[in-house]
């Protein structure tokens, strides 16, 4: 590689700094308090957590190789990836679960991990991105398109995030119900959950460390408690090696394996972690230390979606082993789970009814509070707000909670009603996908934005085959459902007329992406 020295530093300029300055991702706010403080930004600069050989502002773009691996630097930079991983740990990812172990045994097993590999790569695509520019998605979203694409993908993510936060408040109510032993119906428990934003501000006023230690004592709880199912239910290990390492896909499991594979992406997730990153205050100027950075942040979130697959593996394996097979195995909810786990398990030590309940509230408490975190930055991004937190939070949680509490006293009275209340939020957020995906690729591959850390074009390929792969699937979701749930000629044109208005946005953020890239 050709050596750039250092530009020099006077009245002029020079071709060197010209150089430099187009290798360089766009300096960021986030770099300097002193810098635009009227633009919204993730965290202010004395909110950050300084990493001592990374976190020291200015100084020359290229600045040595990145120094050797430090257990110190990965622990001081571990907690994004664990907050990110709670999306695929939230109540909707674990009835995906559950239905899968029911209906298709051991079978969906390498499907969870492949999607789940497909999901670290898009979640590090989304890291990389933060950290390179020190903006986030939604932010880099306000600068990118016109005002009118601006608020409509500002508009779609926001009902993503509702939809995945009404399925996540109705987890917990279903764990505080089960918890209370059915003293507290669901709409008392969306009420208490309601109030985790509280509990969010509370500890966020203590620091970002605070807050993500709050999050690993959420997750160490689920791990836990679905590791304890997995041991009282004692899976066949033969069953369980098949399924991760034979790929099997039947007719009769191809819905279950749509919603394993649409779980995996959650639109509000993508906009989350790419503001996440930018908690540890990093130099996006100095090459070294954004590649130290990505370096750190990839090998914490491998790790976080090494624990998410577990425990979603040990909650499909539970009901693989129960009911796979059985009568009940259609019947299977969120709602009722608990029921036929302590009908099937029995009491043992600790009846399983309750471990069930403890790791379901721990997933609903833990995904409500990364929404309300998710919709803090998302607002933010798109319609630069500079508005206190607390403000941010009450807004963000009134969104979710106001209808919330519609659905559960009207749904309270039928496992069934709630089934397909869930099949409906699920379409609701399948439909979002492509308005984080497509925006996420097009940055991640655009040099004025991301510098020298452009994604190159095997990777650029590789990401976009994953995205249409996982667009293909949650469009499959989508008509399936529309075939089965609407009748009507009048509505049935309505919804034509919808869906044709959204393809037409979606080809129209492809090709502006591919005239920005081809500039």
């Known amino acids: 590689m050709t050596h750039i020295d250092p530009p020099f530093v006077g009245d002029g300029s020079t071709a060197e700094e010209e150089v430099v300055e187009s290798l360089l991702p766009r300096r960021s706010a986030a770099v300097d308090p002193e810098d635009d403080e009227t633009s919204e930004r993730a965290y202010e600069y004395d909110e950050k957590v300084v990493v001592v050989g990374v976190s020291d502002v200015g100084g020359v773009a290229f600045d040595g190789p990145p120094p050797p691996f430090s257990w110190r630097k990965l622990w001081l930079f571990t907690g994004p990836g664990f907050l990110m991983s709670i999306a695929f740990l939230d109540p909707g990812n674990l009835e995906g679960d559950l239905q899968a172990g029911a209906v298709a045994g051991f079978s969906l097993l390498w499907l969870l991990l492949s999607a789940t590999a497909m999901g670290l790569m898009i979640q590090m695509l989304s890291a990389r991105l933060g950290v390179a520019t020190g903006r986030h998605l939604a932010e880099l979203c306000r600068e990118e398109y016109p005002k009118w694409a601006m608020l409509a993908l500002w508009l779609m993510a926001e009902v993503a995030l509702i939809g995945a936060d009404i399925q996540e408040v109705i987890g917990s109510a279903i764990a505080i119900k089960i918890l209370s032993g059915g003293v507290f119906p669901l709409w008392t428990g ?53 399924g991760l390492l034979v790929p099997k896909l039947s007719s009769k499991t191809i819905n279950q394996a749509v919603g394993i594979v649409g779980c995996v992406i959650m639109p509000h997730n993508v906009f989350l972690h790419s503001a996440l990153v930018q908690s540890r205050a990093i130099d996006p100027n100095k090459k070294s230390h954004v590649q130290e950075a990505l370096r750190y942040y990839t090998i914490e979130s491998t790790a976080a979606l090494i624990i998410s697959f577990l425990i979603n593996l040990f909650v499909t394996t539970v009901f693989a082993k129960g009911f796979y097979g059985t009568e009940e195995a259609d019947l299977i909810g969120l709602e009722n789970a608990g029921n036929y786990l302590q009908v099937k398990y029995g009491g043992g030590l600790f009846p399983i009814l309750y471990i069930w309940g403890i790791g379901l509230l721990a997933a609903g408490q833990s995904s409500t509070i990364t929404g309300t975190y998710a919709g803090q930055f998302i607002m933010g991004g798109f319609l630069n707000l500079r508005l206190k937190k607390w403000i941010r939070s009450i807004i963000t949680r009134s969104f979710a909670i106001i209808p919330t509490i519609f659905v559960a006293l009207f749904f309270d009275t039928s496992d069934s009603a709630l089934d397909i209340l869930n099949q409906w939020l699920n379409v609701l957020q399948s439909v979002q996908i492509p308005f984080a995906l497509i925006p996420l690729l097009t940055m991640v591959s655009k040099e004025h934005i991301m510098g020298a850390f452009k994604i190159g074009p095997i990777y650029q390929a590789l990401t976009w085959v994953i995205a249409a792969l996982l667009i293909t699937i949650n469009g499959y979701l989508l008509i399936d459902f529309l075939l089965f749930g609407i009748q009507g000629m009048l509505l049935g044109s309505i919804i034509c007329a919808i869906i044709a208005m959204y393809m037409a946005f979606i080809i129209y953020l492809i090709l502006h992406g591919t005239q920005y890239n081809s500039r």
């Open 190 to 242: 969306v009420i208490v959950t309601a109030f985790d934003c509280f509990i969010f501000l509370f500890l966020e006023n203590y620091g970002v460390r605070k807050l993500e230690a709050f999050f690993a004592f959420l997750i160490a709880t689920m791990a836990i408690s679905f590791t304890w199912m997995f041991a009282e239910a004692k899976p066949s290990g033969k069953e369980l090696l098949i």
